[in-house]
């Protein structure tokens, strides 16, 4: 069964900690997504990544960074938690539009709940 | 940049009937894909039906179906005969065709409460 695997399901940090959220895909997807989900506000994206190593900022960037250094896996990093960036996290892949093929959308994982204090 | 607005927060429907849920988008693009996504309250976000905007027939999967006007951009979902587990956010989502990144624009999503 392919799948995208968040993980942590909770995650409780203090402010100003540094918090990685993982995900992992086993599809061998070139597209990775950082998405938050707040009521109210759907879900924005926040990086991106169509390759190894390649990363591109979303809508909302400011306080978070990425990393890719194998295809499968793709994170992100808050480099110093803050209460507003209290939210759900969700990780999304998909594959890559050089395959020649488009517009399957994307495969989710369950998410993160991350909480800051 | 592209738009999705979703006009109703929440809906609910009687089991067994049918509901529709809103959805419109902004764009300059011709050729994109728009998706309705299904997350029940254990958060798993799913993909409850496709369309292909060059495609003039409307996408059909099962009891869901989706009736599709490109001229007035506008994408809704029906739903027939409710279930329980239909229960859950649905979220309207709109993709163009950017090189290979596919990213997928989601407006704010539609509670849907199905009442047993």
């Known amino acids: 069964d392919v799948k995208v695997t968040q993980s942590s399901r909770y995650l409780v940090k203090r402010t100003g900690e540094k918090v990685f959220l993982e995900c992992v895909q086993d599809?061998?997807?070139?597209?990775m997504f950082w998405y938050r989900q707040d009521p109210g506000l759907g879900l924005r994206l926040i990086y991106f990544s169509y390759d190894v190593k390649m990363k591109e900022k979303g809508d909302i960037p400011e306080g978070y960074s990425v990393s890719r250094e194998k295809k499968e896996r793709f994170s992100l990093i808050l480099e110093s938690a803050s209460t507003n960036q209290t939210s759900m996290y969700l990780c999304?892949?998909?594959?890559?539009?050089?395959?020649?093929?488009f517009g399957y959308g994307y495969t989710f994982g369950s998410g993160t709940r991350l909480t800051v204090v | 940049a592209q738009t999705v607005t979703q006009s109703q927060p929440e809906m609910s429907v009687q089991e067994a009937e049918t509901v529709t849920l809103s959805c419109t988008y902004d764009?300059?693009?011709?050729?994109?894909?728009l998706f309705w996504y299904k997350q029940p309250p254990s958060r798993q976000m799913i993909l409850v039906i496709r369309?292909?905007?060059?495609?003039?027939q409307n996408a059909t999967e099962n009891r869901f179906s989706v009736n599709f006007q490109k001229a007035a951009k506008s994408f809704s979902l029906k739903i027939s005969d409710s279930q329980l587990g239909d229960t859950a956010m649905y979220f309207c989502a709109f993709m163009k065709r950017t090189g290979g990144y596919q990213k997928v624009t989601f407006g704010t999503g539609t509670k849907l409460q199905v009442i047993p």
């Open positions: 764009t300059s693009e011709s050729n994109y894909y």
């Open positions: 999304a892949s998909s594959m890559g539009g050089d395959r020649g093929v």
């Open positions: 369309q292909e905007a060059y495609k003039q």
């Open positions: 599809m061998d997807h070139e597209n």
